[in-house]
């Protein structure tokens, strides 16, 4: 984004690094940040298996309105959540579409019905497991309310077969079906149904997800504190984009205006 001032555009771009790297920082980079925090040299950090711990502030320009990935296509909106929720699929480095909360995909010789079969075992951040019923209630309400929903999928339906099987029905064929609900902005974040069941259209109440980092405070103009969830269920293969084994760093993150 240009800005007038070279100031606040040095604050957004190392923003913007330092939030990727909390989705997706490896071995190396942990031991490195948590040294800043601990008083420890890398070298102490990976000789000591399995230590955790350490915190990471991020000055951030501006504070997001909502943390509802659904409804927003703001970019601090977008910065945050994509540490707390995840979709059915989402985008590696090439761009392509690979699954991420779906263990697979197929799609019909009619390019109507797209079936997602789920990841079993993966958790909220609240401890309940992540079934089809809410796939299929944050997917309709996606559809419903984002940008990408009104404007590409109308008369769209996700329908649960079984607890682990969902499908996507179209009313027309959609070529860009994946890669809309792997685009990260307005993101179609999987939450737990009865987050959806209390929600209005303006936003959930409830910010609760399956991602590497969980909500633990947001005061509003202040700063939002997320912290590493320790039940989080990273896919196996190696990382890859937004995709393949998120690798968490011990630590806190708190994004402050």
């Known amino acids: 984004m240009m800005r007038k001032h070279t100031k606040p555009a040095l604050m ?26 601990t008083g420890e040299t890398p070298a102490q950090q990976t000789s000591a298996e399995g230590k955790t711990g350490g915190a990471l502030n991020i000055g951030y ?39 991420l909360l779906a263990e697979s995909y197929e799609i019909s010789d009619d390019k109507l019905s797209y079936t997602f079969h789920l990841r079993q075992g993966v958790k909220f951040h609240n401890g309940k497991e992540l079934h089809a019923e809410d796939v299929v209630a944050s997917l ?8 990408h929903g009104k404007a590409n999928f109308v008369g769209a339906e996700a329908k649960e077969t079984d607890p682990y099987t969902v499908v996507l029905q179209l009313k027309t064929p959609f070529l860009l079906t ?28 409830s910010f609760i997800g399956t991602g590497p980092f969980q909500l633990e405070e947001w005061k509003q103009d202040q700063y939002i504190h997320l912290k590493k969830y320790d039940d989080y269920s990273a896919r196996a293969e190696p990382s890859d984009g937004a995709g393949g084994k998120r690798k968490r760093w011990s630590m806190t993150c708190t994004s402050a205006s």
Not at 70 to 95: F, G
């Open 61 to 99: 320009p501006t504070q997001p309105v909502t943390l509802d990935a659904h409804v927003s296509s703001n970019t601090a909106v977008k910065d945050i959540s994509r540490e707390i929720y995840e979709q059915l699929v989402t985008l590696d480095k090439n761009a392509q579409v690979i699954p």
């Open 12 to 37: 957004m771009i190392l923003a913007f690094l330092l939030l990727a790297g909390c989705a997706s920082g490896g071995e190396g980079q942990q031991s490195t940040q948590a040294s800043s925090t």
């Open 178 to 205: 994946l890669q809309l609900l792997a685009d990260p902005i307005p993101a179609a974040a999987i939450y737990p149904k009865e987050v959806v069941d209390e929600a209005d259209d303006k936003g959930i109440k």
């Open 140 to 147: 309709n309400r996606w559809i419903k309310l984002s940008s």
